[in-house]
């Protein structure tokens, strides 16, 4: 792990109790070089309504798994979303990420038979409608959990 990644993440403060989830001032801005992944499964509201929630859940999980099992496990912050996850990771850590993807979204596709859409984009190029969106990360030790949400003024809302 490069000392830029070390230096950013191992930073980032750690909060205790859910009543801090809000407080902007415990979250940190990624840097302009990361890159966000976000997955998310195709008419996942259709599979769930066929009884097939455990397997919308496993793929939304298994893009998390995927990802950190290919970085040797390390923690990256990640939202898991039930039928998909968003991420951030490292420039160096990119192409690592991507095959995770893809091979995630290959085993989604033929083991649970579902369509999961992925995409990465670097956090330099994510924009809202307004301005440049500003993703923030906290770690929270309490939970074991990494949450990232948007700065104050960003859109966060999941299109379905």
Not at 47 to 55: E, L, S
Not at 111 to 133: G, K, W, Y
């Amino acid at each position: 792990m490069s000392a830029s990644i070390d230096a950013f993440y191992v930073d980032v403060p750690v909060f205790r109790g859910f009543a801090n989830v809000t407080d902007f001032a415990q979250y940190r801005s990624l840097p302009q070089d990361w890159w966000l992944g976000v997955a998310d499964v195709v008419q996942s509201t259709q599979a769930i309504a066929q009884n097939r929630y455990k397997a919308v859940n496993m793929a939304g999980a298994a893009v998390i798994a995927g990802v950190r099992n290919a970085l040797g496990g390390r923690d990256i912050p990640y939202v898991f979303g039930g039928d998909g996850a968003s991420f951030a990771v490292s420039a160096a850590d990119v192409d690592t990420a991507r095959e995770a993807l893809a091979a995630t979204a290959t085993w989604t596709r033929e083991e649970l038979d579902l369509t999961m859409r992925v995409a990465l984009v670097p956090v330099a190029q994510v924009r809202t409608r307004d301005s440049t969106c500003a993703w923030r990360v906290s770690r929270n030790r309490a939970t074991s959990r990494t949450r990232c949400s948007p700065a104050a003024g960003s859109a966060g809302r999941k299109r379905r």
